[in-house]
T-cell receptor, first 116, second 114 residues
Framework: GAVVSQHPSWVICKSGTSVKIECRSL??????MFWYRQFPKQSLMLMAT?????????EQGVEKDKFLINHASLTLSTLTVTSAHPEDSSFYIC????????????FGPGTRLLVL | AQSVTQPDIHITVSEGASLELRCNYS??????LFWYVQSPGQGLQLLLK??????LVQGIKGFEAEFKRSQSSFNLRKPSVHWSDAAEYFC????????????FGTGTLLAVQP
């Protein structure tokens, strides 16, 4: 149980284009999902908290107009990197919060984004 | 503010040897504590968690961790390491209620020698 998927697993795009990453909880409902960014050999940095049916809450320093988050259902959250630039290249990981396990987050496998 | 410290950036152990990964936290109330493992290019897998109760927590893959309030520690242990345990290990602390956010340590990279 508590499986989270991400799609795509990797993406290469040209500078200036937008990229959408999907995060799905496959066998449970998640009212809250989180989006992280991880640089090589570093820890995870929380970008934003996504709540179903409401606006996402962004961490300080994260541009909400650049990283659009939509949590349209209890099993799906999407992150859109708008007008991507090479510095946006990174490993993006989502997680979903289970209500039955007291705050345990279950993570997706990640999406590697390379902007050329 | 909450914080997590993993003092060891990199650890190498021999296969079959015991393992202890250190984690210290800073949190004003009773913390929610987690250990996650990340294999190269993968997301994070939850190994175990502590919320309350018994301070020795059993997890998956033969791992355990002990919560020591007096030392603000939550060290991860395994009695006999397997080559497949080579990965990066992250300790995290959460507030469990207010925002459910997790604060991660910087990680410990475990290498296993044959």
């Amino acid at each position: 149980g508590a499986v989270v998927s991400q799609h795509p697993s990797w993406v290469i795009c040209k500078s200036g284009t937008s990229v959408k990453i999907e995060c799905r909880s496959l066998d449970f409902q998640a009212t809250t999902m989180f989006w992280y960014r991880q640089f090589p050999k570093q820890s995870l940095m929380l970008m934003a908290t996504s709540n179903e049916g409401s606006k996402a809450t962004y961490e300080q320093g994260v541009e909400k107009d650049k990283f659009l988050i939509n949590h349209a259902s209890l099993t799906l959250s999407t992150l859109t990197v708008t007008s991507a630039h090479p510095e946006d290249s990174s490993f993006y990981i989502c997680s979903a919060l289970t209500l039955t396990q007291e705050g345990a987050q279950y993570f997706g496998p990640g999406t590697r984004l390379l902007v050329l | 503010a909450q914080s997590v410290t993993q003092p060891d950036i990199h650890i190498t152990v021999s296969e079959g040897a015991s393992l202890e990964l250190r984690c210290n936290y800073s949190y004003g109330a009773t913390p929610y504590l987690f250990w996650y493992v990340q294999s190269p290019g993968q997301g994070l897998q939850l190994l175990l968690k502590y919320f309350s109760g018994d301070t020795l927590v059993q997890g998956i893959k033969g791992f355990e961790a002990e919560f020591k309030r007096s030392q603000s520690s939550f060290n991860l242990r395994k009695p006999s390491v397997h080559w497949s345990d080579a990965a990066e290990y992250f300790c995290a602390v959460g507030d469990g209620g207010a925002t459910n956010k997790l604060i991660f340590g910087t990680g410990t990279l475990l290498a296993v020698q044959p």
